[in-house]
């Protein structure tokens, strides 16, 4: 391992738990599970409607459950590991893009930030 490979996954880490919230609170895919979250009153709802706490909280989940068990394998395994972080940083990136293009074109909607 390298320098930069520790800054590198920190890096996509961030992608990815960015890419999560994207799609958690922008796609219409979960939006019938967003307002169940909505509708309760307790500290899983307010986790899974907070965009902050529900970034946090995804950002720890993907280090602990994918990131570190990457450090603790052998060679070709470790970067496997890391593709769920790969896929979660490409919808964050994907969505800027499409978003940014939106706008170009003036049909874009304003969102507001994750």
Same mark, same amino acid.
């Given at each position: 391992?390298?320098? #930069?490979?520790?800054?590198? %996954?920190?890096?996509?880490?961030?992608?990815?738990?960015?890419?999560?919230?994207?799609?958690?609170?922008? &796609?219409?895919?979960?939006?019938?599970?967003?307002?169940?979250?909505?509708?309760? %009153? !307790?500290?899983?709802? /307010?986790?899974?409607? $907070?965009?902050? +706490?529900?970034? +946090?909280?995804?950002?720890?989940?993907?280090?602990?459950? @994918?990131?570190? =068990? &990457?450090? @603790?394998? =052998?060679? =070709?395994?470790? /970067?496997?590991? *890391?593709? =769920?972080?790969?896929?979660?940083?490409?919808?964050? @990136?994907?969505? $800027? #893009?499409?978003?940014? %293009?939106?706008? !170009?074109?003036? *049909?874009?909607? *304003?969102? !507001? /930030? #994750?």
């Amino acid at each position: 391992m390298n320098a #930069v490979e520790p800054l590198a %996954d920190m890096i996509l880490l961030a992608g990815a738990a960015l890419g999560a919230a994207m799609v958690w609170f922008r &796609s219409s895919i979960f939006a019938r599970r967003r307002a169940t979250y909505e509708a309760r %009153d !307790d500290w899983l709802a /307010e986790l899974m409607t $907070c965009r902050f +706490c529900f970034t +946090c909280q995804t950002a720890l989940w993907l280090g602990l459950g @994918l990131l570190l =068990p &990457s450090y @603790l394998t =052998p060679a =070709p395994w470790h /970067e496997i590991i *890391k593709l =769920p972080l790969l896929i979660g940083s490409a919808f964050y @990136l994907i969505g $800027c #893009v499409t978003r940014v %293009d939106e706008q !170009d074109q003036g *049909k874009g909607e *304003k969102h !507001d /930030e #994750v």
